[in-house]
């Protein structure tokens, strides 16, 4: 099936550091998103993007993450700073319409 | 609000046998149900989904899931396992009306297939 790509796998920061997390979608699709997994804990959504803008955003997409996709490059998700909480499994997700989503293998993110 | 709740963490069955993964959904509106598994260091990979219809879906793989409006529930089956099947399931609920494409989880069954 179509795959979506994360790099890097595995990122490990200190605290108040910046950091990135990049997602390539599935090349014709259109809606892009991000979920946090705290280990052992339940996927929670973070953020919609569609046609530029941010759609949706819950309540754990804080002032520090932002979310971008210049034209023909990947979707990042950028934490300025981070905190230890942040520390997380970051996955992206894409779809053509509003249906199904093709997940992204995560990004381990290491906030020490 | 709506939530999903996958009752059993963990799973072992042997291969061979027939498998069940519970899953309980709570909506205010139309449920779109899906159905994931994650591979070890893979994304999620969509076995089925439903949206309306018959109630019973089939999927990728030989697993297919019953849908009942009555205990709101959304069950995944499949006949005879196979050691491969070993991964996590995520039972998954969007809604139709409300929010743009939100997805909510469940907290995900793990599945060990002993042989």
């Known amino acids: 099936g179509p795959k979506v790509l994360q790099i890097p796998s595995h990122q490990i920061i200190d605290m108040g550091q910046m950091v990135t997390l990049n997602c390539d979608p599935v090349s014709n699709h259109l809606y892009f998103y991000w979920y946090k997994q705290i280990l052992g804990q339940q996927m929670e959504f973070l953020v919609n993007f569609y046609n530029g803008k941010v759609m949706e955003k819950s309540k754990l997409f804080k002032d520090q993450f932002s979310v971008e996709r210049p034209d023909g490059s990947y979707f990042t998700l950028k934490i300025q700073p981070t905190a230890l909480e942040d520390s997380a499994v970051y996955f992206c997700?894409?779809?053509?319409?509003?249906?199904?989503?093709?997940f992204g293998p995560g990004t381990r993110l290491l906030v020490l | 609000a709506q939530s999903v709740t996958q009752p059993d963490a963990r799973v072992t069955v042997s291969e061979g046998a027939s498998l069940q993964l519970r899953c309980k959904y709570s909506?205010?509106?139309?449920?779109?149900l899906f159905w994931y598994v994650q591979y070890p260091r893979q994304g999620l990979q969509l076995l089925l989904k439903?949206?309306?219809?018959?109630?019973v879906v089939q999927g990728v793989n030989g697993f297919e899931a019953e849908f009942s409006k009555s205990n709101s529930s959304f069950h995944l089956r499949k006949a005879s396992v196979h050691w491969s099947d070993s991964a996590v399931y995520f039972c998954v609920l969007r809604m139709v009306s409300g929010s743009f494409n939100k997805l909510t989880f469940g907290a995900g069954t793990r599945l060990a297939v002993c042989p």
């Open positions: 997700a894409s779809s053509l319409d509003q249906d199904t989503q093709y």
């Open positions: 909506s205010s509106g139309t449920p779109y």
């Open positions: 439903y949206y309306s219809g018959d109630p």
